[in-house]
């Protein structure tokens, strides 16, 4: 995702990028924002997630590794 202030900004930035990877699409600037703050809430909330599996395995007397 390629994010700008303008369409223009937006279609030459995707030119740019496209040198280097896939653009799938180009948006404003505030969309590509809000994507990036929910893909890194999304992150945030699985490492938590995945890290309070020890914690709760080992108060249920649960080994975790079987």
């Known amino acids: 995702m390629v994010g ?17 990877a896939h653009v799938p699409c180009r948006v404003l600037a505030r969309t590509a924002e809000m994507t990036k703050l929910l893909e890194n809430i999304f992150r945030s909330v699985n490492i938590a997630w995945s890290t309070s599996w020890p914690c709760l395995s080992e108060r ?7």
């Open 60 to 66: 249920m007397g649960i080994d975790l590794w079987k």
């Open 4 to 20: 700008a202030l303008t369409p223009r900004c937006a279609e030459l930035a995707a030119l740019l990028a496209q040198l280097f």
